[in-house]
């Protein structure tokens, strides 16, 4: 499985999950297909025209996707996103809809109660996102 984030703050970089690549440049994403690729909102902005392919695309919901996927998730504040937190006071990451994670398993809508978290929770909903799909489910995804 082949996951990267692009633009990724670097104070996120100790808590991507295991084999995710922090891309930097667009040049870091081509010349292979992701399984999962993440955008944050600067990352969208910073891809610009590059040839970039992936299976699962997560970006956040207010922005156009770049590339084609087979799968597009995104994350915001809005219903319409498929991630989304249903409370700010005491986070709560909200599945809007099912979400289909790389290693086929499928992640129904429901909620999870986060803990402290390294950032506002709003700015970290890609983090969140990756960590969600791609960390085992027999265990608590979101402990930093």
Do not use: K, N, Y
């Amino acid at each position: 499985m082949e996951g990267a984030i692009f633009d990724c703050p670097a104070l996120w970089l100790r808590h991507l999950p295991p084999g995710v690549l922090g891309a930097e440049s667009p040049a870091g994403l081509a010349g292979r297909t992701w399984d999962l690729l993440a955008l944050t909102r600067r990352g969208r902005a910073a891809l610009g025209r590059a040839e970039v392919s992936c299976r699962t695309l997560l970006i956040p919901g207010d922005s156009p996707p770049p590339l084609r996927a087979e799968t597009v998730i995104t994350c915001g504040l809005s219903s319409r996103d498929s991630l989304t937190l249903s409370s700010l006071t005491e986070p709560v990451l909200c599945v809007q809809r099912h979400l289909p994670r790389p290693d086929g398993a499928v992640i129904e809508p429901q909620e999870f109660p986060l803990p402290s978290l390294p950032g506002p929770p709003e700015e970290l909903l890609p983090l969140l996102g990756l960590r969600l799909l791609l960390m085992p489910l027999a265990e608590p995804p979101f402990l930093w």
